[in-house]
T-cell receptor, first 115, second 111 residues
Framework: DADVTQTPRNRITKTGKRIMLECSQT?????MYWYRQDPGLGLRLIYY???????NKGEISDGYSVSRQAQAKFSLSLESAIPNQTALYFC??????????????FGPGTRLTVL | GESVGLHLPTLSVQEGDNSIINCAYS??????FIWYKQESGKGPQFIID?????DKRQGQRVTVLLNKTVKHLSLQIAATQPGDSAVYFC??????????FGAGTTVTVRA
């Protein structure tokens, strides 16, 4: 079984709809991240969380919100989706106090299309 | 702001040859660098990493070189195979457990 899972894997929605993307992990990691990937732009950080009570904005948080329901779950919401939020979304986790501590483990991604 | 970038967006290499993928970074405070491989339809997968107190690190068929003087990072893949076809990203850690990614290099292996 995958250590980092994302649901749904694909989603098509309409402008103005509320969308939630979910991420679950079985790695026992404290740190969780949400990224979006656009062609030619690499991965950009949306939000990140270092534990259940910690939420931080990344470089492109406008239009997004997150919830860290438990250590293993970190969800990303688009309150009112717009077409330029069409992208590939990745969840990642990292171990806290690992020593190296910086490698991030990625889920398989969610492809979101906003019409 | 400072960012991580790659020199070339695409690289075509003959099967069996060595591949070199380059990355330039601008944040002199970065102390950790990492390479990821992303195959079509999948999330990025860890290849190798290096800390700023090292110049070179080797893995299985891969070597990462770090030149702090010119802020340059490279990934060398020995005896490139068809399964190495993917997008390769370099990333730097800015000290607070966040990664900044470059735009990626698409490697295509010719048979």
């Amino acid at each position: 079984d995958a250590d980092v899972t994302q649901t749904p894997r694909n989603r098509i929605t309409k402008t103005g709809k509320r969308i939630m993307l979910e991420c679950s992990q079985t790695k026992g990691h404290d740190r969780m991240y949400w990224y979006r990937q656009d062609p030619g732009l690499g991965l950009r950080l949306i939000y990140y969380s270092f534990d259940v009570k910690d939420i931080n904005k990344g470089e492109i948080s406008d239009g997004y919100s997150v919830s860290r329901q438990a250590q293993a779950k970190f969800s990303l919401s688009l309150e009112s989706a717009i077409p330029n939020q069409t992208a590939l979304y990745f969840c990642a986790t990292a171990d806290q106090g690992h020593g190296r501590g910086d490698e991030q483990f990625f889920g398989p991604g969610t492809r979101l299309t906003v019409l | 702001g400072e960012s991580v970038g790659l020199h070339l967006p695409t690289l075509s290499v003959q099967e069996g040859d060595n591949s070199i993928i380059n990355c330039a970074y601008s944040n002199s405070a970065s102390d950790y660098f990492i390479w990821y491989k992303q195959e079509s339809g999948k999330g990025p997968q860890f290849i190798i990493d290096i800390r700023s107190n090292m110049d070179k690190r080797q893995g299985q068929r891969v070597t990462v070189l770090l030149n702090k003087t010119v802020k340059h990072l490279s990934l060398q893949i020995a005896a490139t195979q068809p399964g190495d076809s993917a997008v390769y990203f370099c990333a730097e850690n800015n000290g607070d457990y966040k990664l900044s990614f470059g735009a990626g290099t698409t490697v295509t292996v010719r048979a």
